[in-house]
């Protein structure tokens, strides 16, 4: 099912509603109405045009300019009295949309809305647009006429539709009248706005939870090397950072920022690369401790552990930090040091990797008393005192 929202304002019912336009669509064609909705509804071939407005709204003008009184005009009046007192109903409106569904193979919906001026009154608008549509159906927005705070709740339905429903936003569009030149007036898409929104909500993702993957489809659609960055994001997230850094250094170097990419990848882009700066550290310790701070930021403190200890256990490895055996040797060492410390102390490689443990598992040793066991169990029972702690060990060198 493919549906048209469109706004229907109030006023200038002296000269029959809005001022005529020729509306030029992206394809060269013209339709000349005084409703961009009626001839986007046309140019697009929608199945069903919603149109939404108050109880003060033009819709007996909007019937007029159809020209589908069928006869009955005797609820035309009735619906032009109703607007001239901002009395409009519902039911009334259903009546009239059986009167012009009458002569058309377009079904026309009118729904009424309340004024949006209260949160109450914004949600029920939102419902309005929304309420019946059928899932996978596609969607044209139409934000030209309705009060001047109206089409910005038309432009929110959209991304609550995205979130809350599988339909698809095929355009955004907006009869420009103020461009109009030689009796040409331009209908503009704004499904920039959609892109954008696309790079808006992958960046609100990553900033959560720091999984870059998330870019994947944006890149692919910027011909970008989105199963690179993606690849680069698995390694990460089975906490192999060392090869994570190579690749994904490699596929942020080969895009060219000036050439390669739309307007919306030339905002968005730079706050991805800045964002995972960890990726320069000098050594692959340095790597992972950036990357763990990272995480400690975004409350992940599972993976601010995890990278945490590998890279004590990396910038103390005994030969190759990159060989099995030399970390292990490592974390044998940096353990049996850490027993003969205070657990309490930020830094403590054996507090640390009992730490790490415990939040992989979810579970502690409760028959155990030790002193190691207890402040493990004061971390994992206190957010502040976990970020501490976490915080000073990953700040000492």
Known sequence: MSTLITFLGTGQQAIGGYRKANYQFPDGSCRETRYFGLALAEFSGVQTTRILGTSGSMWDALTLEKGDTNGNEALWEQLAKAVSQNTVTQTLLDAVASMLNQSTTQRFELRLIPYGFTEEEQVDILRAL??????????ILDVTHGLRHLPMLGLLSIFYLRAATNNNIDAIYYGAFEQTRDNITPALRLDGLLKIYDWIRALESFNKDGDYGIFKDLFIKENLPGEQL????????????????????????????????SPAAKLFLPLLINRTEWRNGGSRAERERRLAIDYLKRHDYLRAAQFGYEALVSENSWGDPNDFDARE?????????GKSKSWEMPGNFSTLKNLRNALAHGVMDTNRNDKRSQFIKKLTSNETALQHWLTKTLETR
């Open 329 to 337: 040797a490592s974390d044998r060492q940096l353990y049996d040091d």
């Open 130 to 139: 929304t309420e019946g549509l059928e899932p996978g159906g596609s969607i």
């Open 230 to 261: 993606a690849e680069a994001a698995f390694l990460e997230r089975i906490a192999n950072a060392s090869l994570s850094s190579q690749k994904l250094t490699s596929t942020l170097q080969k895009i060219d920022l000036a050439k390669d990419t």
